[in-house]
């Protein structure tokens, strides 16, 4: 994006401001079907609604919905507070140009709005964006919230994912498989045979009696599996020494055409490690306590996970046990 682009001179003429020029918001969201945002940094990201509720990012990934959510609402709720003063006009445009996000957004496949988001005013309760076509650029708020704008529109394609790596119905899972490598008689199956009921068992032998109610919390626990963060920071180094340890469980989950087929790894322990080291012994611990790393099948992406959410997926076929307290 050229400074040249939006670099323009300044003409209001007797105070007035033409409603084209200033009118920033598209009211009708549901026709909205693609929003295009690029940033100085070279970062830019394409948001495609796929279902009246399911966007995807750049074609690959589905969209996280609280962040497109915020979009939307923020998309039909901005308004003009006031168009930037002469003695601002200078500052302000130099400083869009070289950092701002353009938004292009599109209903109905058709190109029908292009401006550019830019930094706060110095009160925090505004932006400053400019129009494409118009004249000046403006201050823009959404009356009643005591904030500033550009955050919502963010351009890098990492921060637009969903985080789940399974969204689904409890009622449609049909399988979950947990595999411990070096134990394999703790391994728990987990299988759907009719409606509203299921066998537990360890691929060998099925329990004869269950707890439901714990099967039931279980279920709904594993259909909606999600990850922290994608880790991009590690050297191949550290990735083959975290391969070749293998995985300490195996997670399968299969519901209608969803799967997820992942390993999980141990992560060393690090610098950002909560727990460094064990208050009695004052040896470093051989593993992370709190983040582990999962990978799926035929992905070659490293997601951070934390003990905290998987816990309760990673069990055994003891804690199904009626008046059980096992793990």
Same mark, same amino acid.
């Given at each position: ?154 351009? !890098? ?37 009719? !409606?509203?009921?299921?066998? *537990? ?31 991009? !920071?590690?050297?191949? !180094? ?32 690090? *610098? ?56």
């Amino acid at each position: 994006m050229a400074a040249a682009a939006i670099y323009f001179y300044y003409t209001q003429k007797s105070g007035t401001i033409k409603m084209e020029l200033s009118d920033f918001a598209v009211a009708d969201t549901l026709s909205i079907d693609k929003i295009f945002m690029a940033d100085r940094e070279g970062h830019s990201v394409t948001l495609t609604r796929q279902s009246p509720t399911e966007w995807s990012v750049n074609n690959k990934f589905q969209a996280k919905p609280s962040g497109i959510s915020t979009l939307l609402y923020t998309i039909s709720a901005i308004e003009v507070r006031s168009p930037v003063g002469k003695n601002l006009y200078n500052s302000t445009m130099k400083l869009m140009a070289s950092k701002s996000t353009k938004v292009e957004i599109y209903q109905h496949g058709d190109l029908v709005k292009t401006y550019y988001v830019g930094h706060p005013t110095m009160d925090n309760l505004g932006t400053f964006m400019y129009l494409q076509g118009s004249t000046v650029p403006f201050i823009v708020h959404i009356p009643g919230f005591n904030g500033f704008l550009s955050t919502r529109y963010f351009a !890098e394609e990492q921060n637009w994912r969903d985080r789940g790596l399974l969204h689904t119905e409890p009622q449609l899972i049909t399988q979950i498989l947990v595999k411990n490598p070096v134990n394999p008689d703790s391994t728990l199956e987990i299988r759907k045979i009719k !409606e509203g009921e299921y066998s *537990v068992g360890n691929g060998k032998q099925l329990l004869a009696a269950f707890d439901k109610r714990k099967l039931n919390a279980y279920i709904n626990g594993a259909s909606n599996i999600f990850y922290e963060k994608l880790d991009n !920071e590690m050297t191949g !180094e550290q990735r083959d020494s975290i391969l070749k340890a293998g995985p300490f469980s195996i997670l399968y989950v299969e519901a209608g055409n969803k799967k997820v087929s992942a390993n999980l790894y141990r992560k060393p322990v690090s *610098v950002s490690s909560r727990s460094q080291y064990n208050e009695t012994t004052g040896k470093i611990w051989s593993y992370d306590l709190d983040h582990f790393y999962l990978m799926l099948d035929q992905d070659t992406t490293w997601y951070r996970c934390q003990y905290f959410q998987y816990d309760r997926l990673l069990k055994t076929t003891g804690y199904f046990l009626p008046s059980s307290t096992g793990k």
